[in-house]
């Protein structure tokens, strides 16, 4: 079991696969353009999976993986079913923007053992959706949210950002939306990494976080590094010969609240 010093017990990871993404989101990747890690930079499969071998014998559960988008990772679904085979791993779950999940990605990825896929989805406007997306088209993420559900997922989450302009009259649309289908929505307030009590957007719109007093996670970048708190700018390295150690040094370094993270964009992270 880990346990920071302030007695949080730590249980799960999130892995970014990849830096890459195919829409250029307002809220996600500077409007000037971005500089991708080279591919000699990324981690590939066998490492991210030694990484998670080791931290489920540590004591961590559940794995998410994202990325950018983890499903433009090529060979994503080996990856998925490498992970899925950690006897300790009790729950494997992805959040995309659903682009490029067909109906045999979804039936590869949960026959690899995905059990859960959360799916971004901001608003039903097809308009605006292009603006936040940089020019996405929403038919592509309704397309892939039905591929889940056809797969069997089950639930299928809708992740929907609420900016200071959106209306509850759209949280309710959607809302509508996701009652219709089955799927269960998670409202997220539009928030800035460089400052986390920034609050931007109507309080009353979207779901209440967990407060940091409960912060279970901790997260690998694609390019090989454990952050203990995604506002903060501490991270460390792994030390692929001994990644116990690495593990506990970022679970040793966690905040109990942080306040910034300035070396970092979102699409580096994985939320």
Not at 143 to 162: H, L, R, T
């Amino acid at each position: 079991m880990l346990i920071d010093r302030f007695g949080r017990e730590i249980d799960y990871l999130r892995i970014s696969v990849t830096d890459r993404c195919n829409y250029r989101c307002v809220y996600c990747m500077p409007e000037s353009g971005i500089s991708l890690k080279p591919h000699e930079s990324i981690l590939d499969f066998e490492s991210i999976a030694a990484i998670a071998s080791a931290a489920a014998g540590l004591g961590i559960v559940k794995i998410r993986l994202t990325g950018g988008e983890p499903l433009v990772r090529k060979g994503i679904g080996t990856l998925t079913k490498m992970l899925g085979d950690i006897d300790k791993i009790k729950e494997l779950t992805m959040t995309t923007n659903a682009v490029f999940l067909t109906d045999e990605m979804a039936e590869t990825l949960r026959e690899a053992g995905l059990i859960r896929i959360n799916i971004s989805l901001d608003t039903l406007d097809p308009v605006r959706f292009a603006e936040i997306t940089r020019g996405g088209d929403i038919a592509d993420v309704l397309k892939g949210i039905e591929s889940a559900k056809k797969s069997g997922f089950d639930p299928v989450k809708i992740n929907m950002i609420v900016f200071s302009e959106t209306t509850a009259e759209e949280v309710e649309e959607m809302r509508g939306f996701c009652l219709d289908r089955g799927l269960v929505l998670q409202t997220i307030k539009h928030f800035s990494l460089y400052n986390r009590d920034k609050m931007i957007g109507d309080v009353d719109l979207f779901d209440r976080p967990a407060p940091c007093s409960e912060c279970n996670r901790i997260r690998l970048t694609a390019d090989g590094f454990l952050k203990p708190c995604l506002f903060s700018d501490k991270e460390i390295r792994v030390d692929m010969n001994n990644i116990e150690k690495s593990i506990l040094e970022a679970v040793s370094g966690k905040p109990f609240q942080g306040t910034a993270c300035c070396n970092r964009s979102m699409y580096q992270i994985g939320g």
